[in-house]
């Protein structure tokens, strides 16, 4: 399996991104696909769960309502749409994959088995 982020940058707040995953190397059926984000000095965090197969998303409550998670089959890509940001959005973002997750497990960063490589997004004020 393999994850490839991207579409960070650099952005004022209140602007919007869109980053996206890009998955290969097998078929995705029982998987979650999360994004994490790790701001400089800080600890990795949960952002974001959907998954592939089936319903279901899940957010952490510093981005409900702002940040918007979700998949295209055909191009095998997981999507994070991200408004209204602001300067505590500042991170590295990462994207994560792992079969058979129960939700109350998604938030957990140790649970995950593979990792995309990380996409800066930047947010001045």
């Known amino acids: 399996v393999q994850l490839q982020a991207s579409g960070g940058g650099l952005v004022q707040a209140g602007g919007s991104l869109r980053l996206s995953c890009l998955l290969s190397?097998?078929?995705?059926?029982?998987?979650?696909m999360s994004w994490f984000r790790q701001a400089p000095g800080k600890e990795r965090t949960f952002v974001a769960a959907i998954r592939w197969s089936g319903g279901g998303t899940f957010y952490a409550d510093s981005v409900k309502g702002r940040f918007t998670i979700s998949k295209d089959y055909a191009k095998k890509t997981v999507y994070l749409q991200m408004n209204s940001l602001s300067p505590e959005d500042t991170a590295v973002y990462y994207c994560?994959?792992?079969?058979?997750?129960?939700?109350?497990?998604?938030?957990?960063?140790?649970?995950?088995?593979?990792w995309g490589q990380g996409t800066l997004v930047t947010v001045s004020s």
């Open positions: 994560a994959a792992r079969s058979g997750l129960i939700a109350s497990m998604m938030s957990r960063r140790d649970e995950y088995h593979y």
């Open positions: 190397g097998r078929t995705f059926n029982n998987y979650v």
